[in-house]
């Protein structure tokens, strides 16, 4: 059984930074897509980075060079290191899975719709 752990959300004012982790079990680390999501109150989900099977990495344009998506295969955790955070960073932040070799033209939206594996999320708010 697949299961994802989210943690190291919180509460930050603007420009300040968090670090999340994604600690999974029963999911074999090293193959597959894994990424970030993430939904604001109101909004729908989006994706924020992904890491797909061959270590490609793709962020969605709102976060780059603000956050670092990483992988330890030996721990089996997931990353994402958030630094000058902005308020409309706030939002509950899922992990996610899929142990399959995704192609596709948008692979983050993909990964969205067809991941089987999801944690239950983390809450993160940045205030002004």
């Known amino acids: 059984q697949v299961q994802l752990v989210e943690s190291g959300g919180g509460s930050v004012q603007a420009g300040g930074s968090l670090r999340l982790s994604c600690a999974a079990s029963?999911?074999?680390?090293?193959?597959?897509?894994m990424g970030w999501f993430r939904q604001a109150p109101g909004k729908e989900r989006e994706g924020v980075a992904i890491?797909?099977?061959?270590?490609?990495?793709i962020y969605v344009d709102s976060v780059k060079g603000r956050f670092t998506i990483s992988k330890d295969n030996a721990q089996n955790i997931l990353y994402l290191q958030m630094n000058d955070l902005k308020p409309e960073d706030t939002a509950i932040y899922y992990c996610?899975?899929?142990?399959?070799?995704?192609?596709?033209?948008?692979?983050?939206?993909?990964?969205?719709?067809?991941?089987?594996?999801w944690g239950r999320g983390t809450q993160v708010t940045v205030s002004s």
């Open positions: 996610a899975a899929d142990s399959r070799n995704l192609v596709a033209s948008n692979l983050v939206a993909f990964f969205g719709r067809v991941a089987p594996y």
């Open positions: 029963g999911y074999t680390f090293s193959t597959g897509c």
């Open positions: 890491i797909d099977q061959n270590r490609r990495i």
